[in-house]
Structures are given as C-alpha cells and as structure tokens.
C-alpha cells in the first residue's frame, strides 16, 4: 500500500491536479487500491516526465538534463 495522490502531490512538491494528469498520460501509475508507492513513482516521473514543464521546486529541476518527450505528454500538458 502506498500514499494517497495528494501525499505524493506534497511529496515532489507540486499540486494533485499536476500529479492527477501524471497518471492520466500514463506518466506514473497507481497501484491497484489507488495509491501510489513513492519510490516506484519517482523513478517513473524521473524517467517520463519533461523536466522542462517542471515545478522550479522540485529537486530534479536543475539536475537533470532535458530529453524529448512524448506528444501524449504534451497534449496531457495542454489539456483542459
């Protein structure tokens, strides 16, 4: 069992809605009860996430180097 998506929100220090559209472009994944296990999801942000878009107070942001993404990260970006 994990932490529920507003936990994991506070955890990499960016709002539910970031992290709800996270999961919704398939970014990062849920586990089967609705929660999130921390570690798993880090590597899959770390791994799917532009760092472009990223929230300037999250750890990663001036680490990390810039790679493409894909268009469905994009349009999830954009999306209203």
Same mark, same amino acid.
């Not at 069992?1 to 507003?6: A, C, K, L, V």
């Not at 680490?63 to 810039?66: A, D, E, F, R, V």
């Given at each position: 069992?994990?932490?529920?998506?507003?936990a994991?929100?506070?955890h990499?220090?960016?709002?539910?809605?970031?992290?709800?559209k996270?999961?919704?472009?398939?970014?990062?994944?849920?586990?089967?009860d609705?929660?999130?296990?921390?570690?798993?999801?880090?590597?899959?942000?770390?791994?799917?996430t +532009?760092?472009?878009?990223?929230?300037?107070?999250?750890?990663?942001?001036h680490?990390?180097?810039?790679r493409?993404?894909?268009q469905?990260?994009? +349009?999830?970006?954009?999306?209203?």
């Open positions: 069992m994990g932490i529920s998506i507003r994991y929100a506070r990499r220090g960016i709002s539910d809605t970031a992290v709800r996270a999961i919704k472009a398939g970014r990062i994944t849920k586990e089967g609705g929660s999130i296990d921390v570690e798993k999801a880090d590597r899959e942000w770390h791994m799917n +532009d760092t472009t878009f990223s929230h300037p107070n999250e750890e990663s942001y680490s990390q180097q810039q493409p993404v894909s469905a990260a994009v +349009d999830a970006v954009y999306e209203t």
